[in-house]
Structures are given as structure tokens and as C-alpha cells.
């Protein structure tokens, strides 16, 4: 029955797929019966399977429709019937476990360029402000075989970016290798406006580190439309801060929640009016939590009409295009949003630029295989797991699964990936790492590509990463599920009768 499917959707969805650019039709393909084999709950056939010796649907990501054909095969022997003829429907089945891993190998190499060592996971790292000034810095990067460079256009301008990227070609020169150079477009980030600093009384001789809000369960916080400078609540009033896109406020309803800072403080809308928002803190630690200016705010329940291309972005755009080689897609959410970015890229004549779509809204990871399907029109394409935001936004309970689900669709679409935020992030700090952050390195792996941030311990953390990097290549290849539905799949399916 679900064979069939695979093959009858393949039919009805082959205009769509003949879209696409070539190298990428067979992958979409794949995907599609991927999506139909993961709408059911296949964990008792999966046990049943594995009881009898069979090779697991649960090793079928890359080469879905071939590996379930097998399987029929396998069960008419055991049974003592003649297999029937699986091929009678005209459908090809060219698509093997080696061919598949070929194409994944090939997807990677065309985005990431040629691997130093075999099964080797890339290293990608976010360039500081500093490394505009510091070529030394940025050319020991590359000696420790980073292969990626990121420049965040959130932070910093044009002018520090390009010294950036001259100290890379530089760097990359003198050393006899390769660098690719990685643009994250800012996107429509909604971040905390300034904090006014207090006064100081000359008692605190301690170092300062930036103005901010104490928060604590239970106070009450306005987030303000206006550009105003945030204060501290006193005598029973509440603590004010601005916001960066106060264009949201449309959007908001109460009863919504909002986070703060990558979900460090949390809260609940009580009132929404044309100047603020009225916000009770429910969650923060329990000696208080502190709020500075520029940090994220996250608003999961709400339905946020911004456009994913900002006009920064579009101001920005031509730049990237002329020195990147590859460009990150910040809070993508619809298919229509990959669209916008392939036609600004085309008129600026950088069709070849490879695109990177970062899952890290709700609204995206419900979208993901119409994403990706989208993003098969480009030459070149690859998703990141950005789990700071994408944790906030499903929900710290549900970010280890929803990464593992984001991977499976990734596998089966035979797109690399990049495993993004928190890598090794006490180590790149502080210089010693934690126990958990070793296993999320080693998780990292199974990645095409891991991105570390920046630290004054950034060097260790890429010797430490490596080293992980190459110790686990040799224990496992990528991952294998218990198969339970998933809910993305079935949606895509909604998704598409309802079009």
C-alpha cells in the first residue's frame, strides 16, 4: 500500500519535480517518498522487521522507494512465494544505498567544496569584530583547517566585513588553502532597544559589563514601540524597554508569550496597545535574570507578517553578493521567501551563490520539505539547524527531536546541513569545556558542517572539535530512527491539497 503511494505521488508531483535543477530531481524525488512513508507509524512493522533479520526501513532516508522494494522481496521469499514484479509500473529504482550516499557526497562538495579527509564534518567559525583589524587571528583560523568563515551582517559594517574577507584571501594565499566565505543576512530580528545606564554611587569598584534590567517571576516589563532608553521599575512600576522591529506590534495578541535572550527570560502579554506591550515575567531565575539591550526576543504564538528579506537585507544584498560564496537565510519561513532571495540573487547576477535556509522559526520547521523543494531551483543549497532560536520557538522539551527530524528530511533529500549554536561554546569562552557539550560535538558529526562562535578560546575549541570529528567518523555514518509519524510529513501533504 504505501509503495504504491510513493509511486502514484511521484506521477502526480513529476511536473513539479521536472522544475528543478537536474542534479537535484532524483533527491526530490526521493523526498517526496520519504514524506509518504513517514506519515504512518511504522515502529511495530519496524520491530517485526528486525526480528526476521531485515534489513530496517529505519536505514532507508536516502534511498526510500528502493530499500522498501527490497524488503517486499525479502518477505515474498520468506513467505515461499514468487516475488510479483515490482518494476511492472514503469518507475525506475536506480536510486541505491551506494548511489545515494554518491549524491549526498556530491551536494556537499558542490556547496562546501572538496573534503580534507573522508567523512570528514567541516568547520565553520563566526569571525569577532576584531578580526577586521587582526589578519593574524584570522589566518590561524585557517591554519587549524577551518573551512568556513562567517561574517554575521547583524553586527559590524561594510567596511570591517571587507577587511575581513581581505585578511581571508590573504590568509588563504600565504597558506595554500581554501576558505569559503559565509554571509548570514540579518533578517527581521526583533532584539531589545538600549538599557540607560545608572548612575554609579563610586561604592562598586567592580568591572562593569553593560547596563541591563533585573528581572525577577512575577514583575511586570512594557516593551515599548518608541525608541526609548530601558529603565528599572521602582516602587511597584514596571522595568521599560524598547524594541528593534516595533512593526510586530500589529501581530501581537494577548495571551501570547515572549522570550528574551535566547529564552533566559520568559513571559506572558497581558495588554497590547498602539504605544507598548504589557508583559508579566513568568520565567527567570529565581535571584533575578538580567535583561540588556540588543539581546533576542522570540514570539512563538504570533503569526509575524514581516517580510523575511528586510530592506537592510536588500541594502545589504549587493555586497554579499559580490564577496560571498555562500549566504545565510535569517528566520525564512515560507517558500515564497526562498523565491524572493533567488530573484534578488539573479539580478545581481550571483545564481551560483549557494544558499543556506536557517530553520529556526516554528513556521520554517513546519515547512522545511516545501522549503527545500523550493530551494532545489538554485544551483546550490543547504539547511542549518540554528537551535538557539528553533529551541525558543518549539519549545526547549521538543528541540532534540525536532533536530533529529530536520536531519531525516535533510538525509532524504540529500542535503547537507550544518549542526549551528552552542558547539563547544563554554570551551570557546572560558577554556574548559563541559561533559555535555563533548556529545552535542560528537552529535555534531553526523553534520556536513559544524559552526562554531567566537571566544578568546575559539582555537581550542576547533583543535577540540576536530579531534572529536575524527574519532567518531570511525564509530558510526549519520543516524538511524524509530519511525514514529511525523507530523512535518503529514503536514506537507495538508499543505499541498489545500493549494
Known amino acids: 500500500m504505501i509503495r504504491k503511494e510513493m509511486i502514484a505521488e511521484e506521477w502526480a508531483y513529476a511536473s513539479s519535480v521536472g522544475n528543478l535543477k537536474e542534479h537535484y530531481r532524483e533527491s526530490a524525488r526521493n523526498l517526496l517518498h520519504y514524506l509518504i512513508l513517514r506519515k504512518y507509524d511504522l515502529r511495530e512493522m519496524q520491530e517485526h522487521l ?52 554518491s549524491r549526498l557526497q556530491e551536494n556537499t562538495v558542490k556547496l562546501f567544496g572538496p573534503e580534507k579527509e573522508a567523512g570528514h564534518t567541516r568547520i565553520m567559525v563566526t569571525l569577532p569584530s576584531e578580526a577586521a583589524e587582526d589578519y593574524g587571528f584570522v589566518k590561524s583560523l585557517l591554519k587549524k583547517g577551518v573551512e568556513i568563515l562567517r561574517i554575521n551582517c547583524s553586527h559590524d559594517q561594510p567596511e570591517d566585513w571587507e577587511k575581513m574577507i581581505t585578511h581571508a584571501k590573504k590568509a588563504e594565499k600565504v597558506l595554500g588553502v581554501k576558505a569559503l566565505i559565509y554571509m548570514d543576512l540579518a533578517g527581521p530580528k ?3 532597544g538600549p538599557v540607560k545606564e545608572k548612575k554609579s554611587d563610586g561604592k562598586n569598584k567592580k568591572k562593569k559589563k553593560g547596563p541591563s534590567l533585573e528581572l525577577y517571576k512575577g514583575d511586570l516589563l512594557e516593551v515599548h514601540k518608541a525608541e526609548i532608553q530601558g529603565k528599572q521599575g521602582k516602587k511597584g512600576k514596571p522595568s521599560t524597554i524598547s524594541t528593534t522591529l516595533p512593526e510586530v506590534f500589529s501581530d501581537i495578541l494577548p495571551g ?59 541594502q545589504t ?3 554579499v553578493a559580490k564577496h560571498a560564496d555562500l549566504v545565510g537565510y535569517s528566520f525564512v519561513r515560507k517558500p515564497g521567501d526562498v523565491k524572493v532571495l533567488q530573484k534578488e540573487l539573479k539580478k545581481l547576477g550571483r545564481e551560483d551563490v549557494g544558499i543556506i535556509l536557517k530553520i529556526e522559526t516554528r513556521e520554517a520547521f513546519d515547512n522545511l520539505p516545501l522549503l527545500i523543494f523550493r530551494a532545489m531551483k538554485s544551483e546550490r543549497t543547504g539547511i542549518m539547524i540554528a537551535r538557539g532560536d528553533l529551541a525558543v520557538e518549539v519549545g526547549w522539551s521538543r528541540i532534540a527531536e525536532v533536530q ?27 577554556g574548559v569545556a563541559t561533559r555535555a557539550e563533548i556529545t552535542d560535538a560528537a552529535l555534531a558529526a553526523r553534520a556536513e558542517c559544524a559552526m562554531l562562535n567566537k571566544g578568546p578560546y575559539i582555537l581550542d575549541a576547533v583543535d577540540t ?16 530512527g524509530a519511525l ?4 512535518v510529513a503529514k503536514r506537507f501533504f495538508e499543505t499541498k491539497k489545500a493549494d
Not at 533575578?288 to 523575511?308: C, R, V, Y
Not at 579531534?467 to 543516524?479: G, I, S, T
Open 465 to 480: 572539535l576536530r579531534n572529536v570529528d575524527m574519532r567518531m567518523v570511525a564509530h558510526h555514518q549519520k543516524k538511524m
Open 190 to 192: 526583533l532584539r531589545t
Open 317 to 319: 544584498l549587493p555586497f
Open 50 to 101: 528486525s526480528s526476521l533479520g531485515i534489513s530496517s526501513i529505519g536505514h532507508s532516508e536516502r534511498y526510500t522507494l528502493t530499500n522498501l522494494t527490497n524488503i517486499l522481496h525479502l518477505l515474498y521469499l520468506l513467505d515461499g512465494k514468487t516475488p510479483e514484479d515490482l518494476e511492472s509500473s514503469g518507475i525506475r529504482f536506480s536510486l541505491n544505498y551506494p548511489k545515494s550516499k
Open 256 to 314: 501570547q508569550t515572549i522570550w528574551f535572550d535566547d529564552g533566559k527570560i520568559g513571559g506572558v502579554i497581558k495588554e497590547v496597545t498602539e504605544e507598548k506591550l504589557l508583559v508579566e515575567i513568568t520565567n527567570a531565575a529565581i535571584d533575578g535574570s538580567k535583561l540588556k539591550g540588543d539581546k533576542g526576543i522570540n514570539l512563538p504564538d504570533t503569526d509575524i507578517h514581516l517580510p523575511s528579506l528586510t530592506e537592510y537585507d536588500l
Open 484 to 487: 514514529r509519524p511525523l507530523h
Open 404 to 430: 533529529e527530524q530536520i536531519m531525516w528530511i535533510c538525509e532524504a533529500a540529500h542535503m547537507p546541513y550544518i549542526w549551528a549554536t552552542q558547539i563547544l561554546e563554554t570551551l570557546a569562552k572560558s
